[in-house]
């Protein structure tokens, strides 16, 4: 038996993400087609349809929008099968290039909204685990070179790496990391360094002992918990601070409102072992400095 984290990542991007978000959700493989046909029947519920079929995913991108926001709010919630109604006419007119009446609008507002609120019901309910790693959006880029070429993961990977380290041994289970494929050179390049710290370091030789250190790479759009991971990813960008730890960007507030406290209720908390020290911890973590050595 084992665990799989799902992991995507969030930001930066044109829409200027306050952070740079990388993580996951971690399912037990026991949990995961029940996870998967009752996303599948969340999305035919809100929406009437499969939104593969209109080339559109589940993502935070793609759900929760600022325009979805508004045009959810345009007209009162509308009666479930109405709502799908319109809805295959929005994705259907989308593809054909043409406008969308105002109720279409509406109702694809409020259908993806409702996906949104189900995809955390849905994760809660199967007992799935967020860990994610946050670091500022700004600069990253222009630090990476080094690390990089010296084969070292990025310090945000090995506190993601770590937490769910510590699920595991919680659970004395073994866990596969499912990427989502990226172009092949990065995936390739991510990997020899993922396989470094695994092989080279002592800290990652001990937790090859729970972590299989061969990641497992799949399309998104056909995997629904990778979805679900992203549109995590998202909301915790976007609507999740840790008080007290330098996460003071702004939020979006509809996304804070609705998604704040489920993020908070669904991330991992346990116990981390450091130095023979036992001390609590938590599956989201900050690190303001992912290349940096800390004194």
Not at 21 to 30: E, F, M
Not at 137 to 151: K, S, T
Request: charged content about 25%; overall charge negative.
């Amino acid at each position: 038996m084992s665990w799989l984290l799902f992991m995507d990542e969030s930001g930066p991007d044109p829409e200027a993400s306050p952070y740079e978000v990388r993580g996951g959700v971690a399912i037990h493989d026991s949990r995961l087609w029940p996870l998967v046909l009752e996303l599948q029947r969340r999305e035919q519920a809100a929406f009437g349809a499969e939104l593969r079929q209109f080339f559109l995913e589940l993502k935070g991108s793609q759900l929760l929008g600022e325009e979805h926001f508004q045009w959810a709010t345009q007209m009162d919630p509308m009666p479930d099968e109405e709502r799908r109604r319109h809805c295959r006419a929005f994705v259907a007119k989308g593809l054909e290039k043409q406008a969308p009446t105002g109720a279409e609008s509406a109702a694809f507002g409020q259908a993806c909204l409702e996906m949104a609120s189900g995809v955390f019901d849905a994760l809660k309910h199967h007992e799935a685990r967020l860990l994610a790693a946050v670091a500022p959006a700004q600069g990253l880029n222009e630090a990476a070179p080094a690390p990089e070429q010296d084969g070292h993961l990025r310090k945000d990977h090995v506190f993601l790496f770590e937490r769910f380290f510590y699920l595991l041994e919680a659970e004395e289970q073994h866990g596969l990391i499912v990427l989502d494929e990226q172009r092949k050179m990065n995936d390739q390049r991510f990997v020899a360094r993922f396989q470094s710290y695994f092989r080279k370091t002592d800290t990652g030789r001990y937790r090859a002992s729970r972590i299989v250190p061969s990641p497992l790479f799949a399309s998104s759009e056909l995997i629904y918990p990778a979805q679900a991971a992203e549109l995590a990813m998202y909301c915790i960008n976007w609507g999740f601070r840790l008080p007290g730890r330098g996460m003071t960007a702004p939020v979006r507030p509809e996304i804070a409102e609705r998604f704040g406290a489920r993020i908070g209720q669904l991330q991992y908390h346990g116990q981390g072992r450091r130095e023979g020290a036992s001390f609590e911890t938590f599956g989201i973590v900050f690190v303001p400095d992912v290349y940096a050595v800390r004194k």
